[in-house]
């Protein structure tokens, strides 16, 4: 009987170590923890979560660059578009390959920042940059992606643009 009862037992744990093989096979390691980064269109807020075999483990919410300008309303309603997805850094004995997905707004990191130095360079008041900061969010929200953002960012940084 208890030959019986230990194989059954070693059977079990073969099962499941079969099983949690398989998943580990199947899901690369380096998507296995990741990070994703979105963008509210409506705030120009930036969001991060942190995920562990595609379960949320952790979301931040911070402001950025275009958000401090604008100053919307925080109780609005939030639209959240994708700016990347990105693995986390895993120990350099494991090997695996870096993926980023840069979807229709993986842009915007960079040109808020290409906006910041705009800003520096030139003078812009303070309503300036409330309406330069509202023109490239709304440039995002009616186009559904980052090409009209780099459009209005090139007409800025031309020499005939008023500031």
Known sequence: MTIL???TIV???LAILFVVAAILYAVPLNMAVRKTSDIDVNSGR???RWYVLFFPCRARVQ???VSQYIGNDKQAT???RRVGIEPMELPRFIPHTKIHITPKYGDVPTQMKILQLLWNQGSYSLRAKQETASKLLSAWKIAG???EGAVFLNSLSSPSANQ
């Open 5 to 7: 009862r230990t194989l």
């Open 11 to 13: 059977i079990r744990w």
């Open 46 to 48: 930036l969001r991060t």
């Open 63 to 65: 402001e950025t660059i």
């Open 78 to 80: 939030a639209d959240w």
């Open 145 to 147: 992606n980052d090409k």
